[in-house]
């Protein structure tokens, strides 16, 4: 650790919604410094830049905060929430509660929910507050999912945080896993030349395979 800079130490707090895509593409972005932008990366990007850029506002009871640092030195992870709003309530500090911006629809693994608990503890240190809700907001249906910050999802989410110091730590970037969400990766053409060519996944193994074979 670079002792004149305390945070050089700490995670990206968006490498979690990698790790929990795909650790292998984890390890690309944040091991060996891949990156390629695709339409699905370009839309997201503009999504976030458009949110973190608009001013804050306050609207009745809620106070709309933008573009907020955010810090976990217990998770050791660093980043940024799109939206946090504070909510005001009788007889103590404003409740706040984290928006997340993602293009698309809502998916079925647990990568944007993982990455909204992990703002949501960052925001509990950071304030000394409670955290018990926030909001996924998706960019398709151009609705809020609300999620419940419950302690299933906040044990995954540390243990999320923990796999990912220790992938880091490791230096080891995984095999690759071919699969349907391989094609929505911007990473696709580093990760499986032969698949982003037109071969199948399947073909691609088998032709891994074959060529490690004594």
Not at 28 to 56: F, K, M, Q, S, Y
Not at 63 to 68: D, Y
Request: charged content about 25%.
């Amino acid at each position: 650790m670079d002792a004149a800079d305390p945070d050089a130490a700490l995670a990206p707090l968006s490498a979690l919604q990698h790790l929990a895509f795909c650790p292998r593409q984890c390890a690309l972005i944040h091991l060996e410094g891949a990156w390629a932008e695709n339409a699905l990366t370009a839309e997201g990007r503009v999504l976030h830049e458009r949110v973190d850029e608009a001013p804050g506002e306050s609207r009745r009871s809620v106070r709309v905060a933008r573009g907020v640092a955010l810090r976990s030195r217990r998770l050791g992870l660093i980043g940024k929430a799109d939206v946090v709003e504070f909510h005001a309530r009788r007889g103590g500090p404003p409740v706040p509660y984290p928006v997340e911006y993602k293009r698309g629809k809502p998916k079925p693994f647990d990568a944007d929910r993982v990455q909204l608990c992990a703002q949501a503890l960052c925001l509990e240190e950071m304030l000394d507050t409670p955290v018990p809700r926030g909001a996924l907001f998706y960019g398709q249906p151009r609705r809020r999912e609300e999620v419940v910050l419950d302690d299933s999802l906040r044990a995954r989410t540390e243990a999320a945080a923990a796999g990912l110091h220790a992938l880091l730590a490791a230096g080891v970037t995984p095999p690759p896993e071919p699969g349907p969400k391989c094609h929505s990766c911007s990473l696709e053409p580093f990760c499986l030349p032969g698949v982003a060519a037109g071969r199948s996944a399947a073909a691609w193994l088998a032709r891994a395979l074959k060529e490690d074979a004594p």
